[in-house]
């Protein structure tokens, strides 16, 4: 393994040029975002965890949406989790937003409702791991702790030519190594921010822009013509095609709608009925849908119509669902029989219940459909005979 970061680990001098150039290239370019306006470490929590896996241009509003509603840790930890998970929902992961909750609660609990400033007790929050104390304490507080996250990965692998996958076990601790040495004694927390913002905006995976970056001079991948190649990629997702069906079921003006389950895809949301299925929508397949529901929920439904067929990836799977339009006829799921995990439910009442995105769409449709038929149709004005003149001779 060709790694030249042994040189940026003896030299402090070199390392202290890097800081320079990256925190003066940051103060001129960094970018306006809402969670870099506060020290609190509640917010800064909470962004951290918002930009797991997930782009800074989607975050921003949910960010703001969710510091609206809950804006300390003892709020959030009050709330319930339907409403936490309705105010996540499309953001997706939503294992980060239960966590998010727990932590909360553990807060609460175990530090009168203030956010720990130690790094072993930040470490003992759920789904908190090395990164994100190391982000929130440096960012919050300026303690001098090290990151590493996809950006960082990208721009320290390139400064010291690291060859081998980034992911491996030596690789991830040579660059916490280098991301440890190379944090300047003061502004931590600037350094951080400066060396995501580097691999966001200039160090970028494909076209990496060399020509404006401020350490250009110091990239050892840069010298050997090496950005293209490093970091090495990661083996391509191997995709498996998946057919479902999702039963919108009626009930003068209410929907069933099913909360997923521990250990089902979606977890703690609900959505409507939905289940394995074949791939055509034909009259087996209605029949097929009729009889799941009948043995899987002991509901009786008579299909209408086939309502829309979408496509959607979840992990490594590419989703084509099916959407059945059905009637209610029969079934224990009254109102007083229905188990917690089933619920009747208006159009207005599903805005407030936490769906998956496919669920959302649908509702979205139903929406729609309803605004259509409410609309008025617009007659065509009734002709007015008018009697032609006799013409004259």
């Not at 807060?107 to 791991?129: D, K, M, N, Q, T």
């Not at 491996?168 to 931590?188: F, G, H, M, N, Y």
């Amino acid at each position: 393994m060709d790694v030249p970061a042994d040189d940026l680990l003896r030299s402090a001098p070199l390392r202290r040029k890097l800081a320079r150039s990256i925190l003066t290239w940051f103060d001129g370019a960094a970018r306006d975002l809402p969670w870099r306006r506060t020290r609190d470490l509640y917010c800064i929590w909470v962004s951290e965890i918002m930009l797991q896996q997930t782009q800074v241009a989607t975050v921003v509003g949910y960010y703001e949406r969710f510091l609206a509603a809950f804006p300390d840790v003892r709020t959030l930890a009050a709330a319930d989790e339907a409403r936490v998970l309705r105010l996540w929902e499309g953001l997706g992961y939503y294992r980060r937003a239960r966590q998010l909750h727990a932590a909360a609660k553990q807060v609460v609990a175990e530090h009168g409702g203030e956010f720990p400033r130690s790094y072993e007790a930040v470490r003992a929050l759920p789904g908190i791991g090395r990164y994100t104390a190391g982000a929130i304490l440096s960012i919050g507080l300026d303690q001098r702790l090290p990151i590493l996250e996809a950006n960082t990965i990208r721009v320290l692998s390139r400064l010291i030519a690291l060859r081998d996958d980034p992911r491996s076990t030596q690789s991830q601790l040579t660059l916490w190594s280098v991301a440890e040495a190379i944090l300047p004694a003061e502004r931590c927390g600037a350094f951080n921010q400066a060396l995501m913002e580097l691999g966001s905006e200039i160090c970028t995976p494909r076209e990496p822009q060399c020509a404006t970056c401020p350490v250009a001079v110091c990239c050892a991948a840069r010298a050997q013509g090496l950005t293209k190649e490093i970091p090495l990629a990661a083996k391509k997702t191997e995709y498996t095609d998946l057919t479902e069906t999702a039963v919108v079921v009626r009930r003068g003006n209410k929907f069933l709608v099913r909360q997923c389950q521990p250990g089902e895809r979606w977890a703690g949301l609900w959505d409507f009925p939905r289940f394995a299925s074949a791939a055509v929508a034909d009259e087996s397949w209605l029949t097929s849908a009729r009889e799941h529901l009948a043995s899987w929920l002991g509901v009786q439904i008579e299909p209408i119509a086939h309502l829309t067929t979408t496509r959607h990836g979840v992990t490594r799977y590419r989703i084509t669902l099916q959407v059945l339009d059905a009637r209610y006829v029969s079934g224990k799921v009254a109102d007083d029989l229905a188990p917690p995990s089933l619920r009747w439910v208006t159009l207005a009442e599903l805005a407030e219940v936490p769906l998956c995105v496919t669920g959302r769409k649908i509702t979205g449709l139903l929406a729609e459909k309803k605004t259509k038929q409410k609309s008025p149709v617009q007659k065509k004005p009734a002709r007015t005979k008018v009697k032609r003149a006799q013409p004259t001779r």
